[in-house]
């Protein structure tokens, strides 16, 4: 080899390593970046999963039971007091508008019945079935009667703080009457 190609050679392997350098600098840092966020998440969940456990080898199983039962109050509060401003909100509620109305916790806590009507017109609407199925889903009680749709759909009506009654007119069909608040 001539000493022309050697020059030629080492220029090349120059240039090759600094392609790589160059190269190799960006992934380097960009894998650096991700090992160092996989390594803070794995060292968050264990240190979350070891104060877990540490809090309940130092606070007595009593502690914890209370602590549970003062949760599920403050939720079931929450709910209440949802379920007594939905009422609010619903006892405002006019027919000449299209305002919605507030939905209800099932007693259980579960959310909002499927069955429950978006606004005052699909309320006065329902079906004797959907209503029963509504008072049963409100653990409310129901008249067994077949003609009974009205004194249902009354009582749901008053669960759920709408100021409404259904009332039979001289020609048999059912309205509902607006009922003043006092």
């Not at 979350?48 to 509060?77: C, P």
């Not at 709910?79 to 609010?88: A, D, Q, T």
């Not at 919605?100 to 429950?116: H, I, M, R, T």
């Amino acid at each position: 080899m001539t000493k022309e190609d050697e020059a030629d050679d080492k220029a090349v392997e120059g240039i090759r390593a600094l392609l790589e350098e160059v190269l190799s600098a960006p992934m380097i840092e960009h894998l650096t970046k991700e090992i160092e966020e996989q390594i803070a998440k794995t060292i968050d969940a264990q240190v979350k999963q070891q104060v877990a456990e540490s809090l309940k080898e130092h606070t007595s199983e009593a502690l914890q039971i209370d602590l549970e039962e003062y949760r599920k109050k403050i939720e079931d509060a929450q709910k209440e007091l949802f379920n007594s401003e939905s009422r609010r909100s619903n006892s405002l509620r006019r027919r000449d508008g299209e305002a919605q109305l507030e939905p209800l916790y099932k007693p259980n806590g579960d959310d909002a019945s499927p069955n429950f009507p978006k606004d005052l017109e699909t309320l006065f609407a329902l079906d004797d079935e959907t209503i029963r199925m509504l008072l049963r889903d409100y653990q409310l009680e129901s008249s067994p009667a077949a003609d009974a749709r009205d004194f249902n759909l009354n009582a749901f009506m008053r669960h759920i703080g709408v100021m409404y009654q259904m009332k039979r007119m001289a020609g048999g069909a059912s309205q509902p009457v607006h009922i003043p608040r006092y």
